[in-house]
Each structure stands twice: as C-alpha cells, then as structure tokens.
C-alpha cells in the first residue's frame, strides 16, 4: 500500500484547509485509514481515524473542528479542518492499516505541512 498525502499550506488562525490522501497498492486490504500530527519536538499524535465501518475518532483537541471522511470508490481519505489554530501546525501523516492472513501492517504517507499564523 502507497499512500500520497496532499493539501497543507500556510492559512491563518480561524482558516480553514482540507488535507487529501490517495491510497494505491492492495488497497482491498485497508480497513482503517487516519491521521497523525508532529509538531517540531513533540511526538507523533493521533489526530482521527475511520474505520472501515465508517466510524470515526477524534483526539479531544480537534473533536467539533476537524471532520475526518473517506471516499472508498476513491481509496481516499480526507481531513477537513476547520477553526485552524496556531497550535494546529505540526506536519500531518496519513495512515492505513492492511489486514491480510498474516495480520496487519500499516503505512505511512510521505506527510504534508500544516502551518496556522497568529
């Protein structure tokens, strides 16, 4: 599974972005599929994720501003943010997990730069 993720930029405080990731590969093996944030010094941290039953989860700090969807005729996922805060900035990594006979592995996008001005 490769997974290209695209969308960060620059926007202000109270801005707005919608982050894009396409899988490719054995994309019949994914079932969930999220996203992850690193802010320079911090770890890496859950940002959403959607199950393959379209159930999602959201870390406290983004629950009510960030939408996580998934458009499986795409093999894509999407993580519209909105109410963006400086706090906000951090490189945002997509990830899907495969599952297969031999259990599951999970893959990494390449990352996409998310910065939120004051």
């Known amino acids: 599974v490769q997974l290209q993720a695209s969308g960060g930029g620059l926007v202000q405080a109270g801005g707005s972005l919608r982050l894009s990731c396409a899988a490719s590969g054995r994309t019949f093996s994914i079932t969930t599929m999220g996203w992850y944030r690193q802010a320079p010094g911090k770890q890496r941290e859950l940002v959403a994720v959607?199950?393959?039953?379209?159930?999602?989860q959201y870390a406290n700090s983004v629950k009510g501003r960030f939408t996580i969807s998934r458009d499986s005729a795409k093999n894509t996922v999407y993580l519209q943010m909105n109410s963006l805060k400086p706090e906000d900035t951090a490189v945002y990594y997509c990830n899907a997990e495969s599952r297969g006979p031999s259990g599951s592995n999970w893959f990494w996008g390449q990352g996409t730069q998310v910065t939120v001005s004051s």
């Open positions: 959607i199950l393959s039953g379209a159930s999602t």
